[in-house]
């Protein structure tokens, strides 16, 4: 591929400016430095691009980082496109209820700022500090609450982007339907920068919720954790907006001695479980929500509950299932986010678990996930991270998924980490229909290249 061409890096300078191109750490703290762009506007966008399409320069676009499976890796001497200098909240319009922002705000600030207005984003997720919004659209991201607001892909009303060319596809209206041909906006949706860069958004938002209750409870069985999800969506009037579960492995490590968190809930169940209702009634949504759980104590689906009883407990509780970091103590780790059907979980974990223990001395294996949306996070532990042993991990997990007809990302994408085992989820005609795709939006195949799969 080369480096960068002299005269393409002169160009780029007139067009951004010497701060608009930097020479910087690219990926992350093992990728070493490499040139990146910093546009400051859909325009510096679209000129850089037009540069890098007439010079054949391959590009990657970058957010905030936070992807887990090595998309923003470089496959030769790719230049970034970062959008860290495209942060503006532009507009919150409360009557038509959007939100629109440049591509780098960072996830939480929109949040937080859609929150100052009496409203609510509801895309949630660990990352939220540091993920931006165009990364969010870009892998379609999930997180905590898609079992009642969906993923990315649900939330977003109108996009810009700039294509491989240059070309600025340009902002639609603010009205939810548009059933004007197709919907160009939900190709580029998930599509981890490899069919255009998405400059600006329409959000989609929410009346702020008055109330907001959570607690964690402790189920002993599979059957009885799907009898409880099934109660609680259909007993609490569409206002289930978590249902988080930890098996009992990853519970009892992330309250035990190597991590700051307590347990909430003493040990001994098999499944623990973040519930969480929104509503628009304080006072009734917390009586409520404690006899919801009263009564499943009553028919024996849950066998113990803590409430949260401030903000703070609340925090607390959300804490224990958001710091997968501390994870990386168990190093070194593979992790794994894949979806199936709801009453094949038990079963996979259970065949996973024991390959795992007929394959390696003293495997550790911890699963948490977003059980009501099917999607669970697998971590393992081996022993040795060798390259064997990486496959020979991912065999394991993914051979059990694709057996299952389920799905090998669930919503992290599928980067280079994952592009061996694209057609476990995918055929060959979706594939080669997706070669096309990106044929068409990127001729000279420059954007993220090598990423979800090779181009001809
Ligand atoms: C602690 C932690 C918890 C997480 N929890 C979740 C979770 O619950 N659910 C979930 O879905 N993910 C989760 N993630 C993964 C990650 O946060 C998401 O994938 C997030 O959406 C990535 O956003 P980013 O801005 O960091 O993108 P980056 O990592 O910078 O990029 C990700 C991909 O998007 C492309 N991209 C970035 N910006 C643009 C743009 N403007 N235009 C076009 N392409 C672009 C990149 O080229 C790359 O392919 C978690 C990550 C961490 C570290």
Redesign the pocket.
Same mark, same amino acid.
């Given at each position: 591929m080369g480096n960068i061409a002299p005269a393409l890096l002169e160009d780029l300078r007139k067009v951004l400016g010497e701060t608009g191109l930097i020479e910087a750490a690219f990926a992350g703290p093992a990728d070493s430095e490499g040139w990146i762009a910093r546009p400051a506007s859909t325009e510096e966008v679209a000129a850089t691009m037009k540069l890098c399409h007439d010079a054949g320069q391959p590009v990657?676009?970058?957010?905030?980082? !936070?992807?887990?499976v090595q998309?923003?890796s470089r496959t030769g001497h790719e230049l970034g496109l970062s959008?860290e200098r495209m942060r503006a909240v532009e507009e919150i319009d409360p009557t038509s209820r959007t939100m629109t922002v440049q591509?780098?705000v960072p996830?939480q600030i929109a949040q937080e700022i859609a929150e100052e207005h009496g409203l609510m984003f509801p895309l949630d997720?660990?990352?939220r500090g540091?993920?931006?919004?165009?990364?969010?659209?870009?892998?379609?991201?999930?997180?905590?609450r898609v079992l009642r607001w969906g993923?990315?892909r649900d939330m977003v009303i109108a996009l810009e982007?700039v294509l491989a060319d240059g070309t600025i596809l340009p902002l639609q209206g603010k009205a939810l339907k548009n059933n004007t041909g197709y919907d160009l906006k939900h190709l +580029?949706i998930g599509?981890?920068?490899?069919l255009?860069?998405? !400059?600006r958004a329409i959000l989609r938002v929410r009346p702020k919720p008055k109330s907001e209750n959570c607690a964690f409870v402790a189920i002993p069985n599979f059957e009885t954790l799907t009898k409880f999800l099934s109660y609680m969506e259909g007993q609490s009037s569409g206002s289930l907006s978590s249902f988080e579960v930890l098996w009992s492995d990853y519970y009892e490590f992330i309250t035990g001695d190597m991590t700051p968190h307590n347990p909430p809930i003493a040990y001994g169940q098999a499944y623990y479980v973040l519930v969480e209702t929104m509503g628009a009634d304080p006072k009734k949504d917390a009586t409520d929500f404690e006899e919801l759980l009263g009564e499943a104590f009553e028919q024996e689906l849950i066998a113990d509950a803590v409430i949260a009883k401030s903000e703070s407990e609340r925090h607390a509780l959300w804490h224990i299932r958001?710091d997968? +970091?501390q994870l990386w103590q168990l190093s070194p780790l593979f992790t794994f986010?894949v979806s199936l059907a709801i009453a094949q979980m038990d079963n996979y974990t259970s065949e996973i678990k024991r390959r795992f223990d007929e394959t390696f001395d003293n495997p550790q294996v911890m699963i948490f996930g977003?059980l009501g949306d099917g999607n669970l996070h697998v971590i393992v532990a081996p022993g040795d991270k060798g390259l064997d042993t990486h496959h020979m991990v991912e065999e394991i997990i993914y051979d059990a998924i694709r057996s299952r007809n389920g799905s090998v990302s669930a919503?992290?994408?599928i980067?280079l980490e994952k592009k061996g085992y694209l057609s476990y989820s995918r055929n060959a005609d979706e594939i080669a229909l997706m070669r096309k795709i990106k044929q068409a939006f990127d001729p000279k195949g420059i954007l993220?290249p090598g990423?979800i799969f090779d181009v001809d």
């Open positions: 990657i676009p970058i957010g905030g980082r !936070t992807g887990l998309a923003l959008l591509a780098g996830l997720l660990g990352a540091t993920a931006t919004i165009g990364g969010n659209i870009a892998t379609n991201a999930g997180g905590n993923m990315t982007a +580029l599509s981890e920068g490899t255009g860069i998405v !400059t958001d997968v +970091l986010d977003h919503e992290h994408g980067g993220n990423k």
